[in-house]
C-alpha cells in the first residue's frame, strides 16, 4: 500500500479486506464443520442400511433349498445407485449383490467396520456367528459433491454480502472522518499568508492535540512575521527622514565647493544616500506586500492604474517602454495600491537589468495576464529560482537592491495569484520575462 495514501483509504480497504477476511475465514469453517456432520450423517445411513438389509439378506440366503451361489437383487425401476452391497461367506464367496455393485471395488475377504478406498467409503457387518458377511459401499465423489454444494450455499450470500459489507465501511470511514477531511482541506486551502487560526470544529479526540498544535504554530509564527515586518516597516521609516535631511544638506554641499576631489567625495555619498533612501523605500514596500491587505472588498479596474505607471517611467527611459493595453476592463479584486507596487516593480527591474538597446514590452491581456519583457542575458534556471528572494540579483554589477522581484513575489503569493520567471522570454532567444495573472479565480469571482 502507497505510504502516502490518504487515512481514510486506508482504513476503507483494510477493514474492506478485514471484513472479506472474516467472512470467507467463517465459511470456511463452517464448510469444515458441515462436511464432518456430514460425513457423520453418511457413516450413520451406511451403518443403518448395513442392519437393515443385513436380516433380509439372511434370511433370503437360508431359505434357498439348492441353489447356494450368487443372486443379484432385483431393482423395481431404475435409478442412481448411491449404495451399493454384497453379502459373502467367511470364505469370500459371492451370495447376494445389489443389482449396481461393482465388485471391484470390495476387498477379497470381507471385513467389519468403516473402511476406505480411493474412491469409496464401506461399512462392514456380520450374522450368524460371522459366517455371512455385508459390505455396504458409497462412493467418496457423491459426499464431496454434497460438500462442494454446502459450501457453495455458504458462499452464494456473500456476493450480496461482500459488496454490502464494502458500502458500509467505506460509508462509515467516510462519515467518521468528514470533520478530519475538512479539518485538511481548510489547511490546504488558506493561502501563504493566512496565519488565522484552525478552526479545530468536531475532530475526533485522536486529532484534537494535532490542531491545537497547529494553532500554537500559526500563532508563534504570525507573532514573528508580524514581529519581523514592523522591524522593517518601522526602521525604514525612520530612516527616510535623517536621510532626506542628510541628502538635501550633501546637495547643499556639494554646490558650494570649489575643489572637485572633494566634489567627488560628496557626489560619491550622495549616490550611497540616495541607494539609502531607495533601499528604505523598498522595505517599506516589502513590508506592507508581506503584511497581507493586498485584497479590496470590491473590485476596481486595473487598466489606468498600469497607464499611470507606465507613464511616471517615460521621462526616467524616454521611449523604452512599449505598452500594450487591452480594449475592455480588467477588473480584480487586488487592491489598486498593491497592484501599483508590483507593476512599478516589474517596470523598474526592467528597465534596469535588461538591455538598453532593446524596449521593455508592458502587456496587459484581456484575461488579466501582465507580462513585463526586456532584452538582455538570458539567466541561468539555477538563478532564475533564486530571484525571488531578498537581496538576491542576477548581475551584480547592476545597481539595485535585490527587493524589486521579492515584493512581487510577496503580493502575488499573498493573494493567490501566480507568478512566472521566464528566461529567455516567451517567443524571443533572450531577455527576461515576468507573468502574473491578476485575475485568478480567488480575484475575479466577485468582479462581473
Same mark, same amino acid.
Not at 35 to 43: G, K, L, S
Not at 133 to 144: G, K, S
Given at each position: 500500500?502507497?505510504?502516502?495514501?490518504?487515512?481514510?483509504?486506508? /482504513?476503507?480497504? %483494510? +477493514?474492506? @479486506?478485514?471484513?472479506? *477476511? =472474516?467472512? !470467507?475465514?467463517? &465459511?470456511?469453517?463452517? #464448510?469444515?464443520?458441515?462436511?464432518?456432520?456430514?460425513?457423520?450423517?453418511?457413516?450413520?445411513?451406511?451403518?443403518?442400511?448395513?442392519?437393515?438389509?443385513?436380516?433380509?439378506?439372511?434370511?433370503?440366503?437360508?431359505?434357498?433349498?439348492?441353489?447356494?451361489?450368487?443372486?443379484?437383487?432385483?431393482?423395481?425401476?431404475?435409478?442412481?445407485?448411491?449404495?451399493?452391497?454384497?453379502?459373502?461367506?467367511?470364505?469370500?464367496?459371492?451370495?447376494?449383490?445389489?443389482?449396481?455393485?461393482?465388485?471391484?471395488?470390495?476387498?477379497?475377504?470381507?471385513?467389519?467396520?468403516?473402511?476406505?478406498?480411493?474412491?469409496?467409503?464401506?461399512?462392514?457387518?456380520?450374522?450368524?456367528?460371522?459366517?455371512?458377511?455385508?459390505?455396504?459401499?458409497?462412493?467418496?465423489?457423491?459426499?464431496?459433491?454434497?460438500? /462442494?454444494?454446502? %459450501? +457453495?450455499? @455458504?458462499?452464494?450470500? *456473500? =456476493?450480496? !454480502?461482500?459488496? &454490502?459489507?464494502?458500502? #458500509?465501511?467505506?460509508?462509515?470511514?467516510?462519515?467518521?472522518?468528514?470533520?478530519?477531511?475538512?479539518?485538511?482541506?481548510?489547511?490546504?486551502?488558506?493561502?501563504?499568508?493566512?496565519?488565522?487560526?484552525?478552526?479545530?470544529?468536531?475532530?475526533?479526540?485522536?486529532?484534537?492535540?494535532?490542531?491545537?498544535?497547529?494553532?500554537?504554530?500559526?500563532?508563534?509564527?504570525?507573532?514573528?512575521?508580524?514581529?519581523?515586518?514592523?522591524?522593517?516597516?518601522?526602521?525604514?521609516?525612520?530612516?527616510?527622514?535623517?536621510?532626506?535631511?542628510?541628502?538635501?544638506?550633501?546637495?547643499?554641499?556639494?554646490?558650494?565647493?570649489?575643489?572637485?576631489?572633494?566634489?567627488?567625495?560628496?557626489?560619491?555619498?550622495?549616490?550611497?544616500?540616495?541607494?539609502?533612501?531607495?533601499?528604505?523605500?523598498?522595505?517599506?514596500?516589502?513590508?506592507?506586500?508581506?503584511?497581507?491587505?493586498?485584497?479590496?472588498?470590491?473590485?476596481?479596474?486595473?487598466?489606468?492604474?498600469?497607464?499611470?505607471?507606465?507613464?511616471?517611467?517615460?521621462?526616467?527611459?524616454?521611449?523604452?517602454?512599449?505598452?500594450?493595453?487591452?480594449?475592455?476592463?480588467?477588473?480584480?479584486?487586488?487592491?489598486?495600491?498593491?497592484?501599483?507596487?508590483?507593476?512599478?516593480?516589474?517596470?523598474?527591474?526592467?528597465?534596469?537589468?535588461?538591455?538598453?538597446?532593446?524596449?521593455?514590452?508592458?502587456?496587459?491581456?484581456?484575461?488579466?495576464?501582465?507580462?513585463?519583457?526586456?532584452?538582455?542575458?538570458?539567466?541561468?534556471?539555477?538563478?532564475?529560482?533564486?530571484?525571488?528572494?531578498?537581496?538576491?540579483?542576477?548581475?551584480?554589477?547592476?545597481?539595485?537592491?535585490?527587493?524589486?522581484?521579492?515584493?512581487?513575489?510577496?503580493?502575488?503569493?499573498?493573494?493567490?495569484?501566480?507568478?512566472?520567471?521566464?528566461?529567455?522570454?516567451?517567443?524571443?532567444?533572450?531577455?527576461?520575462?515576468?507573468?502574473?495573472?491578476?485575475?485568478?479565480?480567488?480575484?475575479?469571482?466577485?468582479?462581473?
Amino acid at each position: 500500500m502507497n505510504r502516502n495514501s490518504s487515512l481514510q483509504k486506508r /482504513l476503507g480497504i %483494510g +477493514l474492506t @479486506l478485514g471484513v472479506t *477476511l =472474516l467472512w !470467507l475465514l467463517g &465459511v470456511a469453517a463452517s #464448510g469444515l464443520v458441515a462436511q464432518h456432520e456430514m460425513n457423520e450423517v453418511f457413516d450413520s445411513a451406511l451403518e443403518e442400511t448395513a442392519q437393515r438389509i443385513l436380516p433380509l439378506a439372511v434370511t433370503d440366503i437360508l431359505n434357498r433349498e439348492t441353489d447356494t451361489g450368487n443372486r443379484t437383487a432385483p431393482a423395481l425401476k431404475e435409478h442412481d445407485e448411491y449404495l451399493t452391497y454384497v453379502v459373502r461367506d467367511r470364505q469370500g464367496s459371492l451370495l447376494l449383490q445389489s443389482h449396481d455393485a461393482d465388485l471391484r471395488v470390495f476387498s477379497a475377504r470381507p471385513r467389519e467396520g468403516f473402511t476406505n478406498t480411493s474412491t469409496h467409503r464401506i461399512y462392514g457387518a456380520s450374522a450368524v456367528s460371522d459366517t455371512l458377511y455385508i459390505e455396504v459401499a458409497e462412493p467418496l465423489a457423491h459426499r464431496r459433491e454434497a460438500a /462442494l454444494e454446502a %459450501g +457453495l450455499a @455458504l458462499l452464494a450470500p *456473500l =456476493l450480496f !454480502l461482500i459488496p &454490502v459489507s464494502l458500502f #458500509g465501511v467505506w460509508w462509515v470511514v467516510r462519515l467518521s472522518l468528514r470533520s478530519v477531511v475538512e479539518f485538511q482541506r481548510s489547511i490546504e486551502s488558506r493561502g501563504a499568508s493566512d496565519l488565522s487560526p484552525v478552526d479545530k470544529g468536531p475532530l475526533p479526540e485522536e486529532f484534537k492535540p494535532t490542531a491545537v498544535a497547529v494553532n500554537r504554530l500559526l500563532a508563534r509564527l504570525n507573532r514573528a512575521l508580524d514581529a519581523e515586518r514592523s522591524f522593517t516597516a518601522n526602521s525604514a521609516h525612520e530612516l527616510r527622514t535623517p536621510l532626506a535631511t542628510a541628502l538635501a544638506k550633501v546637495q547643499r554641499l556639494k554646490t558650494q565647493l570649489a575643489d572637485q576631489h572633494l566634489k567627488k567625495n560628496v557626489v560619491e555619498i550622495e549616490e550611497a544616500l540616495r541607494s539609502l533612501s531607495t533601499l528604505s523605500g523598498k522595505l517599506l514596500e516589502l513590508a506592507k506586500a508581506e503584511g497581507g491587505g493586498a485584497i479590496s472588498q470590491k473590485p476596481h479596474n486595473l487598466v489606468p492604474i498600469l497607464a499611470m505607471i507606465a507613464r511616471d517611467f517615460e521621462p526616467r527611459a524616454p521611449g523604452r517602454i512599449r505598452l500594450t493595453l487591452p480594449e475592455h476592463e480588467v477588473n480584480s479584486l487586488l487592491d489598486p495600491d498593491a497592484f501599483a507596487i508590483l507593476a512599478r516593480n516589474l517596470i523598474e527591474n526592467a528597465l534596469k537589468h535588461g538591455s538598453a538597446q532593446h524596449p521593455v514590452d508592458v502587456i496587459m491581456t484581456d484575461d488579466g495576464r501582465v507580462r513585463v519583457c526586456n532584452g538582455g542575458a538570458i539567466v541561468p534556471p539555477d538563478q532564475l529560482a533564486l530571484l525571488r528572494n531578498r537581496f538576491a540579483r542576477y548581475d551584480t554589477e547592476t545597481g539595485g537592491s535585490g527587493l524589486g522581484l521579492a515584493i512581487v513575489d510577496a503580493i502575488a503569493s499573498g493573494s493567490g495569484m501566480p507568478l512566472h520567471l521566464r528566461s529567455p522570454a516567451t517567443g524571443r532567444s533572450d531577455g527576461f520575462e515576468a507573468e502574473v495573472n491578476v485575475t485568478p479565480a480567488g480575484l475575479r469571482e466577485h468582479s462581473h
